[in-house]
Each structure stands twice: as structure tokens, then as C-alpha cells.
């Protein structure tokens, strides 16, 4: 089964920039489109980041979102970090057949 | 604007059953993927199932297959998933989400969602 293996954790300060992974367990993780979703406590998920790097209409240019073939891994990076910005991240891929969530990232801004 | 407003959550015993439901609007809903997907208490996301606008195809996660059957009512713009022999593990909060394809699936709108405990 593929699996998509992600930080449990990251934390960085207000207006730094930080960079949350997402892995690829086999195959390449370039196959099928990564997509990134923000999810704050006690709300649903919302997209950030879709088929690889393209972002909403709404959400923000400080988050962008990348493929590096050679690692098999996808990235999420936030530069300008906010406090709004503290939530949980998750990657999401396809397996043809599956859709895959890695096991998610609570970003601190402390 | 588009809405997902899921019910028919609660408590129920281990190997009771439970139909949850998503009604839809502000999209044109026999055209698009629907999907379920659960979140355990303090845990990640988990993908359940997934139907196309027709009703077919059909997949589940292998967690589920064989308890869990997806439905939908085109007419009524709505969305189901009936939930048989449940286990503590099916306890979850569960997501009703709109889907797109562009050579892979994603998620697009997300309901509020709607808990299932699996208790005796």
C-alpha cells in the first residue's frame, strides 16, 4: 500500500518560514498530484495547496507547494508565518485506486 | 454557494448500524465525485469511500469494504453511507466532501461533519 509519511510536528517563530514534507512510501510520488489541506481544531479541512503547487483563489501567496522527483516527496512551504497559520497540514495523494493522507503535521508558531 | 451539511451521526453499540447523510446544494451535484472521509478523535485523516456522479464506480478503503456501502439520490442531491457491523475503531467524526478529477482525485468542498461513536 503506498503510504505518504509526513513531520508529526514543526514549530518556527512569527514571520520565519517553514517547510513541512510529505514522502512517498514507493513509485513516484510525481505519478499523481500531491495536494496540502489546512485543518485548525474543531473545523473541516480546507485545500492550500492543489495538484502540486497550485493555490485557491484565497489562500494567501505565502504558501507554496513543490515536487522533488529525486526524494520521491512533496513539500508545503509557508514563508511570513502567521499565528493564524498554526494548524495541522496534511498531504494527499492517489494510489489508483486509494486516495492517501499522510499522517498529518501540527505546525506551532510560537 | 456550495453547501455539505451531514447528519445522522450518534452513539451506537458495536455491531449495531447507522446511515449517515449529506444533503448538497450550490453545485450541480449528479456531475461530481462525492466522497467520504473520517477522523478519529486526535487522530489523522482516513478516506472511507468515493462515488462517481452516476453511481458507479465505487471504491472503499479496505478498513471498511464489506461493512460500509455508498449511495446516492441524484434527485435529491444527496449522499449516504450506510454502516454495518461497527467496530470502537469506526468511532469518528465523519466528512462529506466534493471531489475533482484532473488526472488524479482531490477533495474540494468539505461538510462540517458529523460523529459516530461505537460504544457499549
Known amino acids: 500500500n503506498f503510504v505518504l509519511t509526513q513531520p508529526h510536528s514543526v514549530s518556527e517563530s512569527p514571520g520565519k518560514t517553514v517547510t513541512i514534507s510529505c514522502t512517498g512510501s514507493?513509485?513516484?510520488?510525481?505519478?499523481?498530484?500531491v495536494q496540502w489541506y489546512q485543518q485548525r481544531p474543531g473545523s473541516a479541512p480546507t485545500t492550500v495547496i492543489y495538484?502540486?503547487?497550485?493555490?485557491p483563489s484565497a489562500v494567501p501567496d505565502r504558501f507554496s507547494g513543490s515536487i522533488d522527483s529525486s526524494s520521491n516527496s512533496a513539500s508545503l512551504t509557508i514563508s511570513g508565518l502567521k499565528t493564524e497559520d498554526e494548524a495541522d497540514y496534511y498531504c494527499?495523494?492517489?494510489?489508483?485506486?486509494?486516495?492517501?493522507f499522510g499522517g498529518g503535521t501540527k505546525l506551532t508558531v510560537l | 454557494q456550495v453547501q455539505l451539511v451531514e447528519s445522522g451521526g450518534g452513539l451506537v453499540k458495536p455491531g449495531g448500524s447507522l446511515r449517515l447523510s449529506c444533503a448538497a446544494s450550490g453545485f450541480t451535484f449528479s456531475d461530481t465525485y462525492m466522497t467520504w472521509v473520517r477522523q478519529a478523535p486526535g487522530k489523522g485523516l482516513e478516506w472511507v469511500s468515493y462515488?462517481?456522479?452516476?453511481?458507479?464506480?465505487?471504491y472503499y478503503a479496505d478498513s471498511v469494504k464489506g461493512r460500509f456501502t455508498i449511495s446516492r439520490d441524484n434527485a435529491k442531491n444527496s449522499l449516504f453511507l450506510r454502516m454495518d457491523n461497527l467496530r470502537a475503531e469506526d468511532t469518528a467524526m465523519y466528512y462529506c466532501a466534493s471531489m475533482k478529477w484532473n488526472y488524479s482525485p482531490r477533495f474540494d468542498f468539505w461538510g462540517q461533519g458529523t460523529l459516530v461513536t461505537v460504544s457499549s
Open positions: 495538484e502540486d503547487s497550485d493555490r
Open positions: 514507493s513509485g513516484r510520488i510525481a505519478s499523481n498530484f
Open positions: 494527499q495523494s492517489y494510489d489508483g485506486t486509494n486516495l492517501v
Open positions: 462515488i462517481s456522479g452516476r453511481g458507479s464506480p465505487i
